[in-house]
C-alpha cells in the first residue's frame, strides 16, 4: 500500500525560527513529489520535485527531494505569523490519476 | 475570478437527504477530481475524471456519486446522506499528468 508520512504532525515555533518539515513516502512508481500550503481553505501550490538534490526555492521557502532515502523536507527561515498554516506532501504515481496526500504538518508561528 | 469554484460553500443538511455539490473550471483542464479533507486524515479522493467519457473511482468512493456534465463542471452526489460524511470536500483540476492540481475553496458539508 502507497503511504505518505509528514513529520511533525503539529509544530509551535517563534517569528524568526527556521523549521523543516518532513515528508517520507513508500509508493510504488513515482512520479514527482509536491508541497501545498494550505491557510483557512483550499491547498495552494508551493513546490512539485521530481529529481533528487536539486532544491526549489521561492523566497524564504525551499525543498529537496531524496529519491533514494524517499524522503523531502520543506524549509522555511526566518518564519512569520502569516507562515501558520497546514502543510502538505503529496506524492504522484507514474499511473499519474491523482495525488497520495500525507495528513499535514500542522505549523503556528507565535509572534 | 476564481479559476475553481464550488457550491455550496457551506451546507447543512439531515440524514438520509440526497445532496449535490458542484464544481466549475474556467482553466480548461480536462482533468478534474474530488477530495474530502477531515481533520488528521489528510485530503482523500473520492472520485477523479480525465475527460467527460472517463470518471473513475477513488479511493473512498462508497456512498458518492459524481457526474461530469462538461468539461468543465463535474459535480458530486452523496445520495442518502450519513453523519460521517460531514467534512469538508474540494474539487481540483489539472491539465494532465505532472501538472500542477488547482484547488477550489471547498465546501463544508455537515450531515445531522
Known amino acids: ?50 529529481s533528487s538534490g536539486i532544491e526549489k526555492k521561492s523566497g524564504r521557502l525551499s525543498s529537496i527531494l531524496d529519491k533514494k532515502e524517499l524522503f523531502s523536507i520543506l524549509n522555511i527561515t526566518a518564519t512569520q505569523t502569516g507562515d501558520s498554516a497546514i502543510y502538505l506532501c503529496a506524492v504522484e504515481l507514474n499511473s499519474g490519476y491523482a495525488l497520495n496526500f500525507g495528513k499535514g504538518t500542522s505549523l503556528l508561528v507565535t509572534p | 475570478d476564481a479559476d475553481v469554484t464550488q457550491t455550496p460553500r457551506n451546507r447543512i443538511t439531515k440524514t438520509g437527504k440526497r ?27 473520492i472520485y477523479y475524471s480525465f475527460d467527460v467519457k472517463d470518471i473513475n473511482k477513488g479511493e473512498i468512493s462508497d456512498g458518492y456519486s ?43 458539508l455537515t450531515v445531522l
Open chain 1, 1 to 50: 500500500e502507497d503511504k505518505v508520512v509528514q513529520s511533525p504532525l503539529s509544530l509551535v515555533v517563534h517569528e524568526g525560527d527556521t523549521v523543516t518539515l518532513n515528508c517520507s513516502y513508500e509508493v510504488t512508481n513515482f512520479r514527482s513529489l509536491l508541497w501545498y500550503k494550505q491557510e483557512k481553505k483550499a491547498p495552494t501550490f508551493l513546490f512539485m520535485l521530481t
Open chain 2, 19 to 45: 445532496i449535490m455539490l458542484e464544481c466549475s473550471q474556467t482553466k480548461g483542464h480536462d482533468r478534474m477530481y474530488w477530495y474530502r479533507q477531515d481533520p488528521g486524515l489528510g485530503l482523500r479522493l
Open chain 2, 66 to 108: 459524481v457526474s461530469r456534465q462538461a468539461q468543465a463542471k463535474f459535480s458530486l452526489s452523496l445520495e442518502s446522506a450519513i453523519p460521517n460524511q460531514t467534512a469538508l470536500y474540494f474539487c481540483a483540476t489539472a491539465r494532465g499528468a505532472s501538472d500542477t492540481q488547482y484547488f477550489g475553496p471547498g465546501t463544508r
